[in-house]
């Protein structure tokens, strides 16, 4: 009965086909609707975070932006009135940059354009931003001064404190 009505009327059916069409591009770009599932589109940063996601702390948050990594921790190691907490917080830092290097894939993660770290504490706050191929590199790093030689050549850190 439906299929007659439409092959009886070939601007209805053009018309459903094109409202049709429309409605899956508006849902595609403006991120709603049913044929929207950022579950599904593929980046290295997805391939990444499946793996860090299974192993960070209950106080770490590791979300995907695009292709870049964003890991926001609140940090519970250090006390609140740190006598030198800027250098506690660099420290945490490099350990927290490392522990993702270690967590996820080499090859996934080199391929992340982008790895935001942001550190919370009472005190201050650190965000730090460097590419996923030189995060990569501090698991072959084995001594404290070739990793801050590397780090301060490759991560850019802004301090905030509160």
């Known amino acids: 009965m439906l299929w007659n009505s439409l092959t009886k009327n070939p601007v209805l ?29 593929t980046t290295s940063c997805r391939g990444a975070l499946i793996r860090i996601e299974k192993k960070i702390p209950a106080n770490w948050r590791a979300t995907c932006e695009g292709n870049n990594l964003a890991v926001e921790i609140k940090e519970l190691a250090i006390p609140e009135k740190a006598p030198n907490l800027r250098a506690l917080m660099y420290r945490q830092l490099a350990n927290h940059m490392s522990y993702v290097a270690k967590m996820s894939e080499p090859d996934i993660l080199a391929k ?18 460097t590419e996923g191929q030189y995060i990569v590199k501090l698991v072959t790093l084995e001594s ?19």
């Open 144 to 162: 404290p001064e070739h990793i801050m030689a590397h780090l301060k050549s490759t991560v850019h850190v802004k301090e905030t404190a509160k």
């Open 13 to 41: 059916t053009a018309g459903i086909i094109m409202f049709g069409l429309f409605m899956y591009q508006v849902a595609k770009n403006e991120k709603w609707g049913i044929f929207y599932n950022e579950k599904f589109s």
């Open 112 to 129: 992340v354009l982008f790895v935001r770290f942001k550190i919370m504490h009472p005190e201050m706050e650190v965000n730090a931003v």
